[in-house]
């Protein structure tokens, strides 16, 4: 089996790059990334020199190039995760979001039919879906959940999903969806709410919250999420979507309050900042369906995995702190200008 990961220099498909080469030995893995500002090849040393692993720097968007490494690879499945995702640089230049969320999409999926590809899985979010009020605990989103975006983030990933329903529909790509709450753990790059906290904490710098922190997110530990991935790409329905949540909500505020407690810092660090235009207030998933279907449930309650998290920052300090000061950049340099 040979699955092509685009974006598995990030946060989640570098996760998942190195679930899978654990898993299955056998499997080969080739790696594909662009390397903007949240890839990071540090996030992949480990995994550099095992021979059933390939990395290669390159574009989803870059019609040519793709279309070459399908034919020289010849993969069974491709895993997507490559995406601009955060929120706030999306309202500061959406024109990037539209490229690589959208276009780059359907570049694949050309690639897909082009040759013959057995499986095609787009990673997505919960943010499609827009947001659930505060006062309503007992509403979740499903996978009826009509589309109803809140930024141009969330609105090229919306537009990434139909396309992948589109070409299902129109040219029969077998294909599947997953839609994912938010997530933590490991090589979260940090300028992430979890990261960033940990990382500002362990400075004793301040730690800014939007509004009141009182936006609620359903935290999902990150090996939950490539556990229910590699289901989906296995075993999952054809054509389906598939929601994955971590029954684990809390508020902004609280989660940043636990950070605190855990490195045994104070509350006076934190800073309240103006809210973000456009703040969604509640996601909330109910993962009901792969349930059902796969068996799949997170196995990682939060209080557990936040101090996993917490403890993987504290040990791999040089990590995050070459991505603030830049340093990370270089490491592709560094690992291929002798190779």
């Known amino acids: 089996m040979k699955i092509i990961v685009t974006g598995g220099a990030g946060f989640i498909g ?3 790059v190195h679930y899978m080469l654990k898993k299955y030995p056998l499997y080969k893995i080739v790696c594909l990334d662009l390397l903007t500002y949240a890839g990071n090849m540090e996030t992949l040393a480990s995994v550099m020199d095992n021979p059933n692993f390939t990395f290669l720097k390159g574009d989803i968007a870059d019609r040519e190039f793709i279309y070459n490494l399908f034919g020289a690879e010849k993969p069974d499945i491709i895993v997507n995760f490559a995406a601009e995702s955060h929120v706030d640089r999306s309202i500061e230049n959406p024109d ?4 690589t969320n959208i276009i780059g999409t359907s570049v694949l999926l050309d690639a897909c039919r082009k040759y013959g590809i057995k499986r ?4 997505s979010t919960d943010e499609v879906y827009g947001d659930l009020p505060l006062d309503r605990s007992d509403l979740f989103f499903t996978e009826e959940t009509p589309i109803h975006t809140s930024s141009p983030y969330s609105a090229s ?10 070409y299902h529909r129109t040219f029969r790509l077998p ?9 933590y753990g490991p090589y979260h790059f940090p300028e992430k709410l979890i990261p960033l906290m940990i990382a500002n904490a362990m400075s004793n ?3 800014p919250v939007y509004g009141t922190g009182e936006n609620v997110r359903d935290w999902l530990y990150v090996e939950d999420h490539c556990s229910a991935i590699d289901l989906i790409i296995h075993n ?11 029954h684990n909500e809390r508020t902004n505020l609280e989660v940043v309050k636990t950070i605190l407690r855990e490195l045994g810092k104070e509350e006076s660090l934190i800073e309240y900042v103006s809210d973000r235009p456009g703040h969604d207030r509640r996601y909330a998933i109910d993962p009901m369906k792969i349930k059902t279907e796969l068996g799949w449930e997170p196995t990682t309650l939060f209080d557990v995995g936040i101090r996993k998290t917490i403890q993987w920052y504290v040990d791999n300090k040089t990590w995050w702190e070459h ?7 270089d490491y592709y340099k560094k690992m291929y200008e002798n190779r």
């Not at 990933?157 to 589109?166: E, T």
């Open 175 to 183: 294909i599947t969806i997953s839609r994912c709450s938010n997530n």
């Open 120 to 123: 095609y899985h787009q990673v």
């Open 323 to 329: 991505i603030m000061s830049g340093e990370y950049q």
């Open 96 to 99: 990037v979001f539209l490229q």
């Open 236 to 246: 999952g329905r054809i054509g389906e979507v598939y929601n994955i949540g971590g």
């Open 205 to 207: 710098k301040k730690l």
């Open 14 to 16: 570098g996760n998942f």
């Open 157 to 166: 990933k919306a537009s990434a999903d139909l396309l992948v329903q589109a």
